[in-house]
């Protein structure tokens, strides 16, 4: 996968988005890599699951759909090559401390990534985990389901109002019939008059009651309640609790527009949404939803709600009011957030009380054991003392034979115990009591400070210190190079303060150490000092040196290439190709060599051939690659001045060949039909050399359009069958040393140049000829493979070695022990060119000895 190598792709792969590559092998889908992002978000924890299947690094909990879900959605995103977004799913995966599995719930989306021949390489996967979303969303549907049950009884009430608002206009149409039945009678009348009055009183008193049973079900719901009248959003029986979210009292909001109470939700999402449940009769719901609220007092404060906005419809169908239903949540948002921090501080607190009780535990222990121990020390002291010494000479011995010397030394004492090795490294006598004057003495002067800063630190920190210096052996008057290890031992009852460690001699590694450093400026200078663009490359691709051939090329300081490099300034026409050259050989970690056009900082183009190669250790690990430019903008100048000169002078060659064979072939005729045999046979020599000429000139034509950009491409439809036999019938007229034999297993269209194709498969029976013995067969294959028309010619010759079989297809190449055989390298060169411009591929395998079959495909037609 080389685009994981990629600088660009890395930057994009590492940022904060969970990320992770898997193969395509289905059904284990192998995981290729992934960013810490995604480490983290899955608890991987220290485990490196690179390499493994992606459901033995997150076993499947067959309880629940969701590995079947991703399983599907992987296959899906394989086969259609599309992007795939997957529903919520449920995946359960460990607990951040490895203890539990626990619930966990995903938004996955799979993208495919195909490689430069657009086949699918594996699958790029972001996995968002929304466990706690989702919690909250069925905390928030167990909310929902309560108040649509408060609903539903509004919705009974706003009924039963209805009901007696219809009984009530029947009684007035009772009413007015009533009227005109008994006119005549005004008693009747005013009886009938007075029990109206009172049944209307009754409905009233009813309505009423059905009102104040509205007001009271929102004046005493737990959660903020109150009725938005009309698109204009009239504020009506809003309740206590959302007079104090609003921390407004009634008389300032009740019957006034919602938006000039709040001028600041003009620039929020609710008036919105407001409109769009009168537009559509759909209840909204939120949770946790941020919203700012401009108090009396001018401040603007930030506070969390979880709302939903019920329509209410009135007798015409038509939503007459809103329903707006808010929990203020502020406080538990805060409080989980510090929540979260108390947990945090508890567990540091718990784990610090669980030390403590262990060591707690275990000093109890020491102490329940403290006397039988004391009994028994006294009985083991002699013998541990006598251990001791023959330990401390043991000791002695390893570092003798380790070539390590061993000190004690009691500051202020002057006094420095010194073993026989570090004696020999200081170059004082081996016998007799040595001081710290007399090893301070032997030290070169500028580094004495640098003992005595170590010294002091080792004493005031209790900690190890390590220091290297130069000393000069008095014995021999030698450089020699000395590190100290040691450490500080403070005093005890029985011993004083004092340092113990270790002296080494490094004076075989600081001279190592100088001369590479000496080697590596001497590569420096020589780099700055050239004309040739030098570059070093560590072992991920990232360039880490430039020369300053670089930046008098590209207009671009050290830092920019460093960080940008220079392939942004490579023509298109080259990048590819280089780029694909460079990558080829990394993942090999082989030398390479390629030819590319790089914009320079005067806007022209300048040709260089790079040369790279590989560096390794000492131990062969790979550390990266130096890479050398050279500029052949001239020589490229040079071969286009060559290509021209040849064009010319091959149109040039071809007049006179031309009448040349136009002749020869009159006189195979006239000698032909006069029955004369010698000049007949005479004759055919002399076309054959007259068409080897014309093969070769056409030869040296080709290349030159070819690296002009001159090869044109005609592709007609035309039978490749048909083809081969007409070449074989013309090689048999020219040639009677071998017996061609052409296998046609079904006739082929193929949709190409027919005259190109047909100078490809003449070379190769031309070489088959030229490299085989006389009498041999050479046999001619034509067959689909693949999808694609395949072509192969054998001959049973004297075969390539193995070390020429790459270098065959390259311009100008010839088998070095086949130099006898005429001809100048270009037309196998030509025929790969030819194949490669049919999107085809031309190869060859070959045994020395046995013979060799070339081999091409190309496409078919339709």
């Given at each position: 996968m080389n685009f994981l190598k990629s600088p660009l792709f890395k930057a994009l792969f590492n940022d904060n988005v969970p990320r992770i590559i898997l193969h395509t092998d289905i059904p284990d889908f192998t995981i290729a890599a992934y960013n810490d992002t995604f480490k983290t978000t899955t608890h991987l924890n220290d485990r490196n699951v690179i390499g493994e299947s992606v459901w033995t690094a997150f076993p499947r909990n067959e309880k629940n759909d969701g590995p079947d879900i991703l399983m599907n959605g992987l296959t899906k995103a394989i086969e259609t090559g599309q992007k795939t977004e997957l529903p919520p799913l449920r995946y359960d995966i460990q607990s951040k401390d490895a203890t539990?599995?626990?619930?966990?719930?995903?938004?996955?989306?799979?993208?495919?990534?195909?490689?430069?021949?657009?086949?699918?390489?594996s699958l790029h996967v972001i996995t968002q985990n929304i466990t706690d979303q989702v919690q909250k969303n069925k905390e928030f549907d167990n909310y929902i389901e309560r108040e649509q049950l408060l609903n539903r009884k509004l919705s009974e009430t706003h009924e039963e109002l209805a009901a007696s608002n219809e009984e009530l206009q029947a009684n007035l149409e009772?009413?007015?019939?009533?009227?005109?039945?008994?006119?005549?009678?005004?008693?009747?009348?005013?009886?009938?008059?007075?029990?109206?009055?009172?049944?209307?009183?009754?409905?009233?008193?009813?309505?009423?009651?059905?009102?104040?049973?509205?007001?009271?079900?929102?004046?005493?719901?737990?959660?903020?309640?109150?009725?938005?009248?009309?698109?204009?959003?009239?504020?009506?029986?809003?309740?206590?609790?959302?007079?104090?979210?609003?921390?407004?009292?009634?008389?300032?909001?009740n019957e006034k527009k919602?938006?000039?109470?709040?001028?600041?939700?003009?620039?929020?999402?609710?008036?919105?949404?407001l409109a769009d449940v009168f537009s559509t009769g759909k209840r909204v719901a939120m949770p946790q939803v941020s919203v700012e609220i401009l108090l009396p007092t001018g401040e603007l404060k930030l506070i969390y709600v979880d709302f939903s906005y019920d329509p209410i419809f009135g007798n015409d169908g038509e939503v007459e009011y809103i329903l707006a239903s808010v929990i203020n949540i502020t406080d538990q948002v805060e409080n989980l957030k510090r929540l979260e921090e108390s947990q945090a501080e508890l567990q540091a607190t718990t784990e610090e009380l669980a030390a403590s009780n262990e060591e707690l535990s275990a000093t109890n222990e020491e102490l329940a054991t403290t006397n039988e121990e004391?009994?028994?020390?006294?009985?083991?002291?002699?013998?541990k003392n006598e251990e001791l010494a023959e330990t401390e000479e043991s000791l002695r011995l390893a570092l003798d034979s380790g070539n390590l010397g061993i000190y004690n030394v009691v500051p202020g004492s002057g006094k420095f115990d010194i073993s026989n090795k570090a004696r020999e490294f200081y170059g004082l006598p081996s016998s007799g009591e040595i001081s710290w004057t007399d090893v301070?003495?032997?030290?070169?002067?500028?580094?004495?400070?640098?003992?005595?800063?170590?010294?002091?630190?080792?004493?005031?920190?209790?900690?190890?210190?390590?220091?290297?210096?130069?000393?000069?052996?008095?014995?021999?008057?030698?450089?020699?190079?000395?590190?100290v290890v040691g450490k500080s031992v403070g005093e005890t009852k029985l011993r004083p303060a004092r340092f113990l460690g270790v002296i080494m001699d490094i004076t075989e590694e600081v001279e190592h150490r100088l001369v590479l450093e000496e080697s590596e400026d001497r590569f420096r200078t020589m780099a700055e000092a050239t004309d040739v663009f030098i570059a070093v490359g560590d072992v991920t691709g990232n360039a880490i040196y430039f020369n300053k051939a670089w930046t008098r090329l590209t207009g671009r300081v050290m830092d920019e290439l460093r960080e940008f490099g220079w392939s942004d300034l490579i023509h298109p026409e080259d990048k590819d190709r280089y780029v694909n050259i460079y990558l080829s050989a990394f993942d090999k970690q082989e030398p390479f060599t390629g030819e590319f056009r790089i914009l320079g900082k005067d806007g022209e183009y300048t040709w260089l051939l790079a040369k790279g190669t590989p560096r390794f250790h000492a131990d062969g690990t790979f550390t990266g690659y130096i890479s050398s430019s050279f500029d052949i903008t001239e020589l490229k100048k040079d071969e286009l001045r060559k290509n021209d000169f040849i064009g010319m002078v091959s149109h040039e060659l071809k007049t006179p060949l031309t009448a040349i064979s136009g002749f020869i072939q009159v006189l195979q005729a006239r000698a032909k039909k006069n029955d004369d045999t010698y000049t007949l046979h005479a004759l055919n020599r002399a076309y054959n050399q007259v068409k080897k000429m014309t093969t070769m000139i056409n030869g040296f034509l080709n290349v030159s359009r070819l690296e002009s950009g001159k090869l044109l491409i005609e592709k007609t439809d035309f039978q490749l069958d048909e083809l081969l036999q007409e070449l074989i019938d013309e090689s048999d007229l020219v040639q009677f040393s071998h017996e061609l034999v052409l296998n046609i297993a079904e006739p082929i269209t193929v949709k190409a140049d027919r005259d190109k194709i047909g100078s490809v498969i003449s070379n190769l029976l031309s070489n088959a000829?030229?490299?085989?013995?006389?009498?041999?067969?050479?046999?001619?294959?034509c067959h689909l493979k693949n999808g694609n028309a395949f072509v192969s010619v054998t001959d049973y010759g004297i075969g390539i070695d193995s070390e020429d079989l790459n270098k065959l297809f390259d311009r100008y190449?010839?088998?070095?022990?086949?130099?006898?055989?005429?001809?100048?390298?270009?037309?196998?060169?030509?025929?790969?060119?030819?194949?490669?411009?049919h999107d085809g591929i031309i190869g060859v395998e070959s045994e020395v000895d046995k013979g060799s079959t070339f081999y091409f495909e190309i496409p078919v037609a339709g």
């Open positions: 539990v599995v626990e619930e966990s719930w995903w938004q996955v989306e799979i993208e495919p990534i195909k490689d430069e021949d657009g086949k699918r390489q009772d009413l007015r019939s009533t009227n005109e039945a008994l006119a005549g009678s005004r008693k009747e009348l005013q009886s009938l008059n007075l029990d109206l009055e009172r049944r209307i009183d009754e409905r009233t008193k009813d309505l009423e009651a059905s009102k104040i049973l509205l007001q009271n079900i929102i004046a005493t719901a737990n959660i903020a309640m109150t009725l938005l009248k009309g698109t204009e959003l009239i504020i009506e029986l809003p309740n206590p609790k959302m007079l104090q979210i609003w921390q407004r009292d009634l008389t300032s909001v919602l938006t000039d109470v709040f001028p600041e939700l003009q620039n929020q999402q609710f008036p919105q949404l004391l009994q028994e020390a006294q009985e083991s002291l002699f013998i301070t003495a032997t030290v070169v002067p500028e580094y004495l400070q640098i003992i005595e800063r170590a010294r002091l630190k080792a004493l005031a920190t209790q900690k190890p210190f390590d220091v290297q210096y130069p000393i000069i052996q008095p014995n021999t008057n030698k450089t020699k190079w000395i590190r000829v030229k490299y085989s013995s006389a009498g041999t067969k050479i046999d001619i294959e190449y010839r088998v070095g022990k086949n130099h006898t055989v005429s001809g100048f390298g270009i037309g196998l060169y030509l025929s790969a060119e030819i194949i490669a411009r």
